[in-house]
């Protein structure tokens, strides 16, 4: 009884380390009004592969993962049920540092060559209309595959964007 009273206390203790992520739209690490405004205009994604450096925001169409045809499995398996995922391809462009920014939460992964790509950098907030994340990659110049998964809704707004 002692030890699960001394482990309640830890968890009290510790409840403040797991605070929730910031509410507005002024709270992101970065500037994101001109991704915000793209992303309340997105258009459809049309077919094929996508020019990353148009610096426009797409809807993207998700389904159930297991019908979702992603080209590799989600680097981390969706915490929501039912998992809904979808992807885009991308072509060859310059290699530059890029923001990948959401109007929902969901998880990213970006695939190239083959490998994940790890993320350098992340914000997000909550209560801000249009945007809810930005993850910043560095993306080569070989054509890339962006998987969204774990969306809360069947749609989502993306934008690719040079980072500074």
């Known amino acids: 009884m002692r030890y699960m009273l001394q482990a309640a206390l830890l968890l009290v203790a510790a409840a403040p380390t797991y605070a929730a992520e910031p509410s507005g739209c002024d709270k992101f690490a970065w500037p994101l009004t001109a991704e915000q405004r793209l992303l309340g205009e997105a258009q459809a994604a049309p077919s094929g592969e996508l020019d990353r450096d148009?610096?426009?925001?797409?809807?993207?169409?998700?389904?159930?993962?297991?019908?979702?045809?992603?080209?590799?499995?989600?680097?981390?398996?969706?915490?929501?049920?039912p998992a809904l995922a979808g992807f885009l391809r991308f072509g060859k462009g310059g290699s530059h540092l890029y923001k990948v920014s959401l109007s929902d939460g969901a998880w990213i992964d970006l695939v190239?060559?083959?490998?994940?790509?790890?993320?350098?950098?992340?914000?997000?907030?909550?209560?801000?209309?249009?945007?809810?994340?930005?993850?910043?990659?560095?993306?080569?110049?070989?054509?890339?595959?962006?998987?969204?998964?774990?969306?809360?809704?069947?749609?989502?707004?993306?934008?690719?964007?040079p980072a500074e």
């Open 54 to 81: 148009t610096e426009k925001a797409v809807a993207v169409k998700l389904s159930l993962l297991a019908e979702a045809g992603l080209p590799m499995a989600p680097e981390r398996p969706p915490q929501k049920t």
């Open 112 to 161: 190239q060559d083959g490998h994940y790509l790890k993320p350098t950098a992340f914000t997000g907030a909550t209560d801000c209309p249009h945007l809810r994340k930005s993850v910043k990659f560095e993306i080569g110049p070989n054509p890339f595959v962006l998987q969204i998964s774990g969306a809360p809704a069947s749609g989502i707004a993306i934008v690719v964007t």
